[in-house]
């Protein structure tokens, strides 16, 4: 059975994680074992032969689905990573001799900002930007250049900011821009969070959207058609390209060619953030305003997305509660019973928790469930961490979805957990991940501390 890597770093943002998920179902679906990194590049020992050389790509993969535009590294990073690797398929980045699927991001910004100017006759329209090192985000600062350009606007470096791609980096571009440029009659943002955040940084000041200020997002998230006002934006397909990179990666191990560069069309969505209506969309101008088929049709996804939501806040609780007493766990016996219910929630059928051992290019299997019961191994034999998997832990009776967590804690490597199951909720990962690292922190140093007592008591 063919196994392929999905690396991707998930901050928390729906852009992120439904490439990965998409990308992953799409191998199973294959019959492949999909094995998704969600995090730690580059810094984790996992992606390094030693800590001070280039990162690579662990080795027991077949292939590798590269979703570089989540990766937050310099471009040159990540195009090390391909050079003489297995074979591979890039989501945002050209990579050289690598086939890619790139959004048409310059296009997509400048349709919005295009729109802004004709249609709404806005003047003053600033830019919220994503990271700097972000090779995408800076296409998309590219488009908004060339569209002020087209249209006769000067280009106000008062009016540009940068956030993270998140939403509380939209809500402090507002407050950025109060401070720096005052005058403004629209936003656009470099994805959807952040122009989510954006509206809410609006609100908070008493400015109203789209009357005071038009807003503009990227990516077309679920979140983006029910927000208040419903937001215009820049549709990405995550889904198809997510599954598109999955199918190209397999011809690829399996000798096929692909296509070297394939363009996905990003369209402009019309809602209401812009200053339009709902029913100014192309696609929706042949539907009755209460035409009762799509009325229901969108009942029912706002249904769907707030039974997730609740669905999400619920799990997120009992994580939380779960967090904390994963942090107090003492030692291994008492973290194995708490991490094995952390996983029941997470529907993840198998674990591995693997601490580095010497000079972290080794690991041994310190936790793992096996049976419905968690075992603690603490004379387990060290592996080399290029083999990434313990031995057994990739069975062919069926194709398995992996989730590998670098774990990490103020720099400080401590190991990595394999978590077998669907690759859907990043933020319960997340705080997985988080809560876990704190208590093998706190457990080393509870060690550590213990034996420069005993020492000390020896020689005294």
Known sequence: MKVVGVLGELPGDPYSLRLMHSAATQLVNEGCHAICFMGGFPRAPLYRTTTAETPRLPEPMDGWVILASTLRVPAGEVKALVQGAKPCVSVGLELPDTPSLIASDEAGIFQAVTHLARRHQRRRIAFVAGPSTSVEAMRRLEGYRMALDTVGLALDPALITHGDYLGPSGREAVRVLERQARKYDAIVAANDLMAIGVIEGLRAIGRSVPQDVSVVGFDDIEEASFSAPTLTTIRQPLQEVGALAARMTIKRIEGASVDPHTMVTAPLVIRQSCGCSDSDAPDRRSTAPNDPKAQSAREGVLRDLVRRELASARLQRELSRLGESILGAADYSELAPLLSDACRLLNVRRFVLATYSGSQRHARVTLESSGGSVVFHPHAEAYAIE???????????????????????????????????????????????????????????????????TAEKKRG
């Open 387 to 453: 083999r990434l998997f313990p031995a057994g832990f990739l069975r062919n009776e069926r194709p398995m979805q992996v989730a590998v967590h670098a774990l990490e804690l103020a720099g400080e490597q401590l190991g990595y957990l394999l978590l077998d199951g669907d690759v859907k909720d990043d933020h319960a990962y997340l705080d997985l991940r988080r809560s876990v690292s704190s208590a093998l922190s706190r457990m080393a140093a509870a060690r550590e501390l213990r034996r420069v007592y």
